[in-house]
């Protein structure tokens, strides 16, 4: 594994005991999204210990919390796991992120100044572009990130971006899968500017219906990704 930046030279918390094991989560939820940890790799508390030299405790805290989420599985008698690519995980983390995507853009049209959040929103989309020119995936995804977040913060709930973002994480495991040349960065760049042109225009059915194009992209590919690695999802026992 590789340091985090979380973390000095000797594994421990920059911002004190109160955080580590959120950080800790936080550290392992990278390394598991980017296929840094793959599915079905174990995780052992002594070598995530003996790396961020830190007590088993907090990683033990931290590896609940990825099991709650779904990102791991834990055996009694045989450890912790990373969990395998699931269709289920991605339906539900796909309806819900779409749900509450829907209800912040529908409340982004209702606020003053719209043309300020269309500026912002063609700035990302540049810098997208640029970012797709040159190859760099992730600094891409952080743009895609950013561009979502820009209509939370316009809609006046920036908070719920976290609440998103914990949701999606099922789409960020199959999302990385699909830039590994499944998927096209041109075609994210243009729902994006479709999404900014229906905002623009005032137009909130068509805003709704090119958002609701550009969540559900992903579950056409899912098909394509399991046939590319079919060693990451999870395998019928029967």
């Known amino acids: 594994m590789k340091p985090h930046k979380a973390f000095d030279a000797g594994g421990k918390s920059r911002s004190g005991g109160a955080a580590l094991s959120r950080q800790i989560y936080q550290v392992l939820i990278d ?24 007590s088993r405790t907090p990683i033990r805290e931290a590896l609940v919390r990825l099991s709650e989420l779904g990102l791991v599985d834990i055996y009694p008698q045989r450890g912790t796991v990373v969990t395998p690519l699931r269709d289920a995980d991605l339906v539900k983390s796909q309806f819900l992120r779409e749900a509450i995507e829907i209800a912040i853009v529908k409340r982004a049209l209702e606020q003053p100044k719209p043309e300020e959040l269309v500026a912002r929103l063609r ?49 960020d495991r199959f999302r990385h899968l699909m830039i590994s040349g499944i998927e096209s960065l041109d075609e994210v760049l ?5 999404i900014v042109d229906k905002i623009e225009a005032g137009d909130a059915a068509g805003c709704e219906e090119a958002m609701k194009v550009h969540l559900r992209r992903i579950l056409a590919f899912s098909d394509k990704a399991a046939g590319k690695f079919p060693e990451y999802f999870e395998q019928s026992e029967h």
């Open 31 to 54: 390394r598991i999204i980017t296929f840094e940890l793959k599915p079905y790799d174990q995780l052992s508390e002594l070598k995530i210990s003996e790396e961020l030299g830190v």
């Open 123 to 171: 700035a990302e989309i540049t810098i997208q572009s640029t970012f797709a020119k040159i190859g760099d995936m992730e600094r891409f995804y952080d743009s895609d990130e950013a561009f979502h977040a820009l209509i939370a913060a316009h809609a006046g709930i920036p908070a719920v971006t976290s609440e998103v973002n914990r949701l999606k994480v099922h789409m």
């Open 190 to 194: 243009r729902q994006h500017v479709l």
